[in-house]
């Protein structure tokens, strides 16, 4: 195993072991938490947020590089475009209804949670059926090809799949 | 040690153990956060569209490790209560499993194809993205955060 894949099990470890005793994996706990029936998960949220959106930015401001690729530490931003709210949309209906999402399936998975199998074959159909639709051309592209020669139609773009 | 472990720590400390991972992630890798990314590269292994597991990958893969660890050490899961999983067994009932795992995949659908569509889960855009300061992030669970709550009291409305 490579440093980088040693490292990556090592953190995602750490964050499987903090949202098990967390109880972040309980679907009761989250419910508890949109319903606001308690103020815990929304502090430990702000609270981690606060501490990466500061811990980031002294990295960046004291110069420091990555440790396993040498990089300058640095990312980038994206603005917001339909995409973010139309996906945040479905995500949310699927998130309320299972009271779990993809970090806490993984951890449920870990603890031996049965439930988790159907969330996470239909979370691995939603991938698919995302790929399949990013790949498919739409209607506006349909129509361009149809007035188009065929030698002179374009490859569609695709949009990066992940740039946040 | 049994009992320590299944009692909730104190939400700061969570919650900067979970903010000490988002900075660990980009003082080894330089790398955001994210585990709807480690699910999508399974997917994208495959059906052939990457050669190898990406990092995302190994880190979901270290999450159900970090897990089976804890459970390990706890004795026991932190997960539901009895039989019952969420509130949607209980209102199914006993013999409402077959159904429950259907909703559950349904449930599931959306939230795959949700997170790829916004770039990201709770995690990706709610921890990563958000401590980034990216607007996108801000928007997205912004959004996911407010669908979740309305859409969770419509259903205590209606069951």
């Not at chain 1, 319903?35 to 420091?64: C, D, K, N, S, T």
């Not at chain 1, 399949?132 to 695709?158: D, I, M």
Request: hydrophobic fraction near 50%; charged fraction near 15%; include cysteine.
């Amino acid at each position: 195993m490579n440093r980088v894949r040693l490292a990556s099990v090592v953190l995602g470890g750490g964050f499987g072991f903090i949202l098990s005793w967390a109880h972040f994996v309980d679907p009761d706990q989250i419910r508890r938490m949109l319903l606001f029936q308690e103020p815990y998960m929304w502090e430990m949220f702000a609270v981690a947020v606060g501490v990466g959106f500061v811990g980031l930015r002294v990295m960046r401001r004291l110069g420091l590089r990555s440790l396993l690729t040498g990089e300058p530490v640095r990312w980038s931003v994206a603005k917001p475009q339909r995409r973010h709210l139309v996906g945040a949309t479905i995500f949310g209906v699927g998130w309320a209804v299972s009271d779990v999402c993809p970090g806490p399936v993984a951890a449920q998975l870990g603890q031996g949670v049965i439930w988790s199998l159907p969330l996470l074959a239909g979370i691995g159909i939603g991938i698919a059926l995302y790929f399949r639709r990013e790949q498919a051309p739409g209607p506006r592209t349909k129509r361009a090809a149809r007035r188009r020669p065929a030698s002179a139609a374009a490859p569609v773009a695709l949009p990066a799949s992940n740039p946040d | 040690m049994h009992n320590a472990l299944l009692d909730r720590p104190a939400w700061y400390v969570v919650g900067a153990f979970l903010g000490l991972i988002v900075i660990a992630a980009f003082a080894l890798l330089n790398e955001r956060v994210g585990v709807v990314g480690g699910f999508s590269d399974f997917v994208e292994r495959a059906t052939g569209r990457r050669p190898a597991l990406g990092w995302k990958a190994w880190f979901a893969i270290g999450i159900v490790g970090g897990a089976l660890v804890f459970r390990l050490l706890a004795g026991g899961a932190t997960v539901g209560h009895g039989h019952h999983f969420s509130w949607l067994t209980r209102a199914l009932g006993s013999g409402g499993g077959l159904a429950a795992g259907a909703i559950l995949l349904v449930a599931g659908v959306l939230i795959g194809f949700g997170a790829k569509t916004a770039s990201g889960c709770t995690s990706g855009n709610g921890l990563g993205g958000c401590s980034a300061g990216s607007p996108a992030s801000f928007v997205a669970t912004g959004t996911f955060m407010a669908v979740a709550i309305a859409v969770s009291f419509l259903l205590r409305a209606v069951t």
